[in-house]
């Protein structure tokens, strides 16, 4: 009984320790989660939702965390796997389609550094990418180097170089027609 | 606009997006889909349990016997599809790379989608089987002598004319419901349009792994 109640107790203990240390890492890196939903959700909402999501699958995935590795690589890693499939679930194509009406145009037609009209076209930009697409420029403008790029999407750094030059041509056309169509 | 220039944005951007990532939250989406695991699992245990009871009781009338046999294997074949299912994703770790989790989640939707498919084709054949035991479990009724043998087969045809019926309907209306919906998902799994389509994604992702 005696046995079993220490048993109890240290388990209690391991766990609060194993939170503590949880807990820490991912004050050092609560951005993760924010940034990756943001990417993949457009709804406040949904935002909420994924990067929730994104915290239990990193609590529930913490005791394979090899902390031999960076936390940061870890943690990337997780929270795209999630979004992605927050972003595939339950999501109509006409939903996850851009919409780019005529008011969205004016906005976003020449922003100002800095405005909600620069943010709604970063947002409106990172949405026309396919969904790993998507992650690599997230990683990008977060300023991870190619090696982490590379090593949270399982590619090659050369590949990483190649994807995001094709990207940023894409990117510069869009924005060039959003331009010259207003 | 230049993806470079966009960096100080994007810093910014986190400012304004204020989730309040509480553990308690995390822990309780992680102890919900654990849950149902689990009462999924219980439920079929609860069915082939009870099947696998009244085959056993019934070893010396073989008329009860080999339906409740039929529909014991038929629910130990569906156990065993969604048992492999939560198997490989409580096994899937999301700590490995995107692509890698990708190529995996897709396979383990393809495999589902196909599980899906057989079971529902297959499944109006069990009707008469399920009539069978279910009046003689429930209420001690004999279904050959009460409902009599022409009922049965009659039932039988209309089990065996419902698949291509069913199949008919999917491939019609089906891309007519809201894709949202459970009854459009059913009915792709039906038709095979959801084995098709995590096919092609992930034939994508493996092509997206490959492009230079």
């Given at each position: 009984m005696i046995f079993g109640r220490r048993r109890a107790k240290n388990r209690v203990m391991e766990r609060s320790t194993a939170e503590a240390a949880f807990v820490e890492r991912l004050a050092r890196h609560r951005g993760i989660p924010r940034k990756v939903a943001s990417a993949y959700c457009r709804n406040p909402a949904d935002r909420e939702d994924c990067a929730a999501e994104i915290v239990a699958q990193l609590w529930r995935s913490y005791p394979r965390y090899d902390p031999a590795r960076a936390f940061s690589t870890w943690a990337w890693r997780i929270a795209v796997n999630v979004a992605i499939s927050y972003y595939r679930r339950g999501r109509t194509e006409s939903e996850r389609a851009v919409a780019v009406d005529g008011g969205t145009l004016d906005r976003i037609a020449d922003p100002e550094p800095g405005t909600d009209a620069s943010l709604d076209r970063l947002h409106e930009l990172v949405a026309r990418l396919d969904e790993f697409d998507r992650a690599l420029v997230v990683l990008y403008l977060d300023d991870r180097p190619y090696a982490e790029i590379a090593d949270v999407l399982g590619i090659t750094p050369t590949n990483v170089a190649t994807k995001l030059n094709r990207i940023k041509t894409r990117m510069k056309e869009w924005s060039r027609t959003w331009t010259s169509t207003n | 606009m230049d993806l470079d220039e966009l960096k100080t944005l994007w810093a910014a951007?986190?400012?304004?997006?204020?989730?309040?990532?509480?553990l308690e939250r995390a822990e309780g989406l992680s102890a919900k889909a654990e849950r149902r695991i689990w009462f999924e699992l219980a439920l079929d245990a609860v069915a082939i349990l009870l099947i696998g009871s009244f085959a056993a009781d019934t070893i010396g009338e073989p008329r009860f016997a080999i339906p409740a046999v039929l529909l014991g294997l038929y629910a130990i074949a569906f156990a065993a599809a969604r048992g492999r299912q939560l198997v490989a994703l409580n096994a899937l770790?999301?700590?490995?790379?995107v692509l890698q989790i990708a190529a995996a989640l897709r396979t383990m939707r393809a495999q589902r989608a196909t599980a899906v498919r057989w079971i529902a084709l297959t499944a109006p054949l069990l009707w008469v089987p399920l009539q069978i035991v279910g009046f003689r479990a429930l209420?001690?009724?004999d279904a050959y002598a009460t409902l009599g043998i022409p009922y049965l087969l009659a039932n039988a045809l209309f089990g065996l004319g419902c698949i291509p019926a069913g199949l008919w309907l999917a491939e019609r209306y089906g891309p007519r419901l809201a894709e949202s919906s459970l009854a459009r998902a059913f009915a792709d799994d039906l038709t095979g349009r959801t084995f098709t389509d995590a096919i092609a994604a992930l034939e994508r992702a493996r092509a997206y792994a490959r492009e230079g």
């Open positions: - | 951007n986190d400012a304004g997006f204020a989730a309040n990532l509480r770790d999301y700590g490995e790379p209420f001690g009724i």
